[in-house]
């Protein structure tokens, strides 16, 4: 597929699914009289476009910056540092926690840029067992960590459970979700200059170098940009896995795996994935709305698995 | 600009408390080539990274001009380019996206033309044989050096995977450079080739047994020496 038709395409079907998610689920937002759309869904579907793209461009930034199809935010624990720095501070001061916008996207940051940072001194240079197996360890630690708290302190308890399913869309409000959604869109826009620096880099440090990258800074760069990707995403739709891993591989399948074209349409699709996921959730069961973590892992989970048969044979 | 493009006094490299060079200086000038041989485990790889400014080292080191150790990495590729023993890509690009990597794609596809692989630029790598694989990275190395008046071309076995008609491909290459003013270092278990270079190096065990032209660094005591002591005879 050429890039033009696969952009043609994803645009479209992105223009159409912003229409039915603006249009849907007017019975499950009934919330009084004072609801209306503009107040409603329309920053639930900006979220989740932000988000989403944030996802999307994140997850091939960080296979790029590994070399490893299988990096993904949320498999290497960077998810679960962010909602750990969430974590953290309700569980220091609940109260504060919302007195200004950034309060809770500096700790996301923060939880998010230190696995991220663990994740690069420890789990790189390596295979992809030593990966995957210090973002497990990242992983469990943050999880636990967050239950820890999630289960000492009352008021916070039911928001970070929430969270810890991905099921915070649906608070979106214009006043919560305006920073993390600029956030997310910073980050894609500071990850677009580094595809010649990831193509350079997946022919080995050692080539990347020959060839006069500077290793180090795209790698640096890399980290700190996943991290506040992965931190600003948290925080409009706590954790969500295999956006971040399959929207790279389908971009890489659709125009090959050149970053340039990579990154922007990582971003593109992982935004349709997840207001789709979004949509299907809201409108399938419009009794019982599905988390969007909960669509993208039912639909998610198949496509993980021909991931990996494809990358074995 | 000195007539000296590649400089070492005193290269070392220990990796893991291990000394993998040790007090190795050699000179390359513009227009030489020369060849690095030695055994099995004898520090080629080794010194052509130290050389290229990809290890960390002791000791005195300038190439194309600056010592590619301290100099920003752009700035040093721009007089320095180097091609790995075993080139890998995490990603199966297309042949002809390499050139467009490397900055210069005209250049690139030129290079591919003058390697036999000018039919292969819309396959994926995935499809090459390992051969066909390392004249793609040396086409991109050789792209790389755009300017390769008082540069460095480093090449770790240019031409082991290659088959007859690449292999000679390689060797015009090299000497085409050398005939416009770069200095290539190539290390190669080829002594034939070895033979026709300006200089050769022989290494073994991390240290320099013998250096200058072919006729005196290569002569039977030295090769027994260098190969004798690694085969243990």
């Known amino acids: ?313 | 600009m000195s007539e000296t493009v590649i400089r070492a006094l005193g290269l070392g490299v220990e990796i893991n408390g291990r000394r993998l060079i040790d007090g190795v200086s050699l000179a390359a000038e513009r227009g030489q080539v020369v060849a690095v041989v030695g055994p099995n485990g004898a520090g080629k790889t080794t010194l052509l990274r130290a050389l290229a400014g990809l290890l960390p080292t002791v000791g005195e080191l300038e190439v194309g001009g600056y010592d590619p150790r301290v100099i920003d990495p752009a700035t040093c590729a721009r007089t320095r380019a180097y091609c790995a023993q075993k080139p890998l890509s995490a990603w199966d690009y297309r042949v002809s996206d390499l050139g467009e990597i490397v900055g210069d794609p005209l250049g690139y596809a030129d290079w591919l033309a003058k390697l036999h692989l000018g039919a292969f630029a819309d396959r994926r790598l995935s499809e090459l044989s390992g051969g066909e694989q390392k004249g793609a990275h040396l086409a991109m190395t050789f792209a790389a050096l755009t300017e390769p008046f008082g540069s460095a071309l480093i090449l770790d076995e240019p031409a082991a995977a290659l088959d007859l008609g690449r292999q000679e491909s390689v060797r015009q290459a090299i000497l085409a450079f050398a005939h416009a003013g770069a200095a290539c270092i190539v290390a190669t278990h080829d002594l034939e080739f070895a033979r026709l270079c300006d200089s050769v190096v022989v290494l073994a065990e991390g240290r320099l047994l013998a250096t200058g032209q072919p006729a005196a660094a290569l002569t039977p005591g030295i090769i027994a020496e260098a190969w004798g002591a690694a085969t243990g005879r």
Request: proline share 4%; aromatic share 6%; charged share 10%.
């Open chain 1, 1 to 313: 597929m050429t890039a033009t038709k696969a952009w043609g395409a994803g645009i479209i079907l992105l223009a159409g699914l912003v229409l039915l998610a603006l249009s849907v689920g007017a019975g499950v937002f009934g919330w009084g009289e004072g609801g209306s759309w503009a107040q409603l869904r329309l920053p639930r579907v900006l979220a989740a476009l932000a988000a989403g793209l944030a996802l999307g461009i994140g997850g091939a930034a960080q296979q790029g910056v590994f070399r490893n199809p299988l990096a993904d935010p949320g498999l290497t624990g960077v998810f679960g540092g962010a909602l750990f720095g969430i974590a953290v501070l309700l569980g220091l001061s609940p109260e504060s926690a919302w007195q200004r916008a950034w309060f809770i996207p500096a700790a996301a940051f923060a939880g998010a840029l230190g696995t991220s940072t663990l994740l690069a001194l420890i789990g790189s240079g390596g295979s992809s067992a030593r990966l995957l197996l210090t973002g497990l360890g990242l992983n469990a630690f943050t999880a636990a960590g967050t239950l820890v708290i999630a289960s000492r302190s009352g008021e916070s308890r039911e928001l970070l459970t929430n969270g810890a399913y991905g099921d915070w869309l649906g608070m979106a409000t214009l006043e919560l979700a305006w920073l993390p959604t600029l956030l997310c869109m910073l980050a894609a826009l500071l990850l677009l200059p580094l595809a010649r620096s990831l193509d350079l880099l997946s022919f080995g440090e050692d080539a990347a170098r020959g060839f006069g990258g500077d290793v180090g800074r795209t790698r640096r760069q890399a980290v700190l940009l996943t991290a506040l990707a992965a931190a600003a995403a948290t925080c409009l739709v706590g954790q969500v896995a295999f956006i971040g891993l399959l929207a790279p591989h389908l971009a890489r399948a659709m125009v090959g795996p050149r970053h340039a074209k990579v990154l922007p349409l990582s971003a593109l699709l992982g935004a349709i994935l997840l207001l789709g996921a979004d949509t299907i959730g809201r409108g399938v069961w419009s009794q019982a709305p599905l988390s969007a973590a909960a669509v993208t892992a039912v639909l998610g989970a198949p496509l993980f698995i021909w991931i990996a048969r494809r990358n074995h044979e």
